[in-house]
């Protein structure tokens, strides 16, 4: 579990699909046993918490965007303490969970890239995008590129080559710079096979 602050009143957490086995979580129980599901975020907040160097009180907005390749991204945004008397460590947690049709690959070379997309572009996949930003390379493939293969065949493939990235595309789109766009697997497969 990976806790980020990015204001006072708001912080990120990230958790690998690892992280989430551990807490006795899988993918599927996050939509069905919300009773179990509460009692782990609650674990998970009182974490955050510790590792934040507060105790977190009041409500809490917790928004939960499921990425495909990557674990969980989990937003928090407090909202002001509500003022008990006697219950001065009251916690109220507003979940709402969304999941992404992204996946989001992190590459370390180019070249890596060029090699992940020609084995996809063999698997038939055409599309895709990649982005340059910082001292990375990024792939990200959605839902349309890939419709036809097995997500966990996607995953096992691009690990060869990258990292599953908790990186967003609207991060990457506005601080990053477009490589190829829509058609990379496409581009990588007529200009370097």
């Not at 046993?33 to 907005?61: C, W």
Request: negative net charge; proline residues 1%.
């Amino acid at each position: 579990m990976r806790v980020e602050r990015m204001s006072n009143e708001k912080f990120k957490i990230f958790l690998t699909f690892d992280d989430l086995s551990e807490r006795g979580l899988s993918r599927d129980e996050l939509w069905n046993d919300l009773p179990r599901v509460h009692r782990i975020f609650s674990d998970m907040m009182y974490d955050a918490g510790s590792e934040l160097g507060e105790e977190l009180s009041g409500v809490l907005l917790v928004q939960v965007y499921l990425l495909q390749a990557q674990g969980m991204l989990i937003i928090v945004t407090r909202s002001e303490p509500i003022d008990f008397d006697d219950e001065d460590d009251y916690l109220e947690m507003k979940v709402t969970l969304d999941e992404s049709s992204e996946m989001m690959f992190s590459f370390q070379r180019f070249e890596d890239v060029i090699q992940a997309g020609l084995q996809l572009h063999r698997l038939n996949v055409d599309g895709g995008s990649v982005y340059h930003y910082e001292d990375d390379y990024y792939m990200l493939l959605t839902e349309d590129d890939v419709w036809h293969l097995d997500d966990d065949q996607v995953i096992a493939l691009m690990s060869e080559f990258a990292s599953a990235s908790a990186a967003t595309s609207h991060r990457l789109i506005e601080y990053g710079k477009t490589i190829m766009e829509n058609q990379a697997c496409r581009t990588i497969h007529h200009y370097f096979s």
